[in-house]
């Protein structure tokens, strides 16, 4: 049996998929990227006036997708805690993976769970981070 889980909390995803499903004690989290859930707007971004980004502030995306994430495992009734794999794609490694990597110490402390991180060229949506997670909860 699988269920759909779908949050007002969480920014609405940008296509036709769950913020996340469960599958028996697993719990399977959509990409979640870091624009807030009321505006969508992109924490640190600086746009131009054609509205290209200029600039961005990777810890501010940092801890907007980790609040986002959380809200998504509340949702589905689990904790920051159940998280077992965090997948995470960064679009500037050179640039933000020191600053990422902090506030990942910071807001994971205590939480064992397996991580990778990889870099890739762009997302769907001016970000510059997304988080991809599993989490494990009790049946």
């Not at 159940?82 to 993976?97: K, Q, R």
């Amino acid at each position: 049996m699988s269920d759909p889980i779908r949050t007002d909390k969480a920014p609405r995803p940008v296509g036709a998929y769950p913020h996340a499903r469960r599958v028996g004690n697993l719990l399977f989290l959509s990409g979640v990227g870091p624009r807030r859930p009321l505006d969508d707007a992109v924490p640190g971004n600086v746009l131009d006036d054609k509205g290209r980004v200029v600039e961005h502030d990777i810890e501010a995306q940092c801890r907007q997708v980790f609040a986002n994430v959380r809200a998504v495992l509340e949702a589905s009734g689990a904790r920051w805690q159940d998280l077992v794999d965090v997948t995470v794609f960064l679009t500037d490694m050179e640039g933000d993976f020191k600053t990422y990597n902090r506030v990942y110490a910071e807001c994971f402390e205590g939480i064992d769970c397996c991580r990778t991180t990889v870099g890739i060229d762009s997302l769907p949506t001016p970000i510059h981070i997304e988080l991809k997670c599993v989490a494990a909860l009790d049946v």
